[in-house]
């Protein structure tokens, strides 16, 4: 006895049953629509993307420039302080 290498026709129809043809049947039609789907939601998470990034290097520079008056402020009561300290030990 050989063995098949193709099945026939009647034991695939059986093996599906009514879903697996019905499924063969519409994945013409399916396919293209998940595909735009697809192609939908991938092109609003990149643009979700590129906004969080964008919001991301305004709020970045704001803490940057917070930072950097931060510095200055500390600086300048650094040097505050050093000058009262050498004030009085002029005046004696």
């Known amino acids: 006895m050989a063995m098949k290498i193709v099945p026939e026709l009647e034991e695939v129809v059986e093996n599906l049953g009514v879903p697996g043809i019905a499924a063969i049947v519409l994945l ?15 092109k609003a998470t990149i643009k979700g993307g590129i906004v969080l990034y964008e919001k991301g290097k ?30 009085p030990a002029k005046a004696e």
């Open 58 to 87: 305004g709020v970045i520079a704001e803490v940057g420039e917070n930072f950097e008056d931060i510095v200055a402020e500390a600086k300048a009561e650094l040097a505050e302080q050093h000058t009262s300290n050498i004030e």
């Open 28 to 42: 013409p039609v399916i396919i293209p629509a998940v595909g735009g789907l697809g192609k939908s939601l991938t």
